[in-house]
């Protein structure tokens, strides 16, 4: 299971982070990568962050390049979004996902195996 938490409605300009809670998983985390991605109203589901297993490597698109930092903690089974200099245009409902580490590393699209059931951002004044 994951479960996200950490949402909510805040100022252009503004800072959320997000966490994203994992459980039951027969693996360690260790094997595991974690992926944050979100969706708008009539838009697609976007990928905005990859963390590798080891935290070792993190990708992001360039929409938010700058702006979100993506880490984890294993040992709390946790991953964390942090979001700075929030704009209107990243409100949406914000997933957090895990898949079992394979080739392609660290990707932004949606071959995840595992999904939470997502998180309101609204970014407004």
């Known amino acids: 299971q994951l479960v996200e938490s950490g949402g909510g409605l805040v100022q252009p300009g503004g800072s959320l982070r997000l966490s994203c809670a994992l459980s039951?998983?027969?693996?360690?985390?260790?094997?595991?990568?974690i992926g944050w991605f979100r969706q708008a109203p009539g838009k697609e589901r976007e990928g905005v962050s990859c963390?590798?297993?080891?935290?070792?490597?993190?990708k992001y698109p360039d929409s938010v390049k700058g702006r979100f930092t993506a880490s984890r903690d294993n040992a709390k089974n946790t991953g964390y979004l942090q979001m700075d200099n929030l704009k209107p245009e990243d409100t949406a409902v914000y997933y957090c996902?895990?898949?079992?580490?394979?080739?392609?590393?660290?990707?932004?699209?949606?071959?995840?195996?595992?999904w939470g059931r997502g998180t309101q951002v609204t970014v407004s004044s």
């Open positions: 039951g998983f027969f693996l360690s985390l260790d094997y595991y990568e």
């Open positions: 996902a895990a898949r079992f580490v394979r080739e392609p590393l660290c990707i932004l699209t949606t071959e995840y195996d595992y």
């Open positions: 963390i590798s297993s080891s935290g070792n490597t993190i």
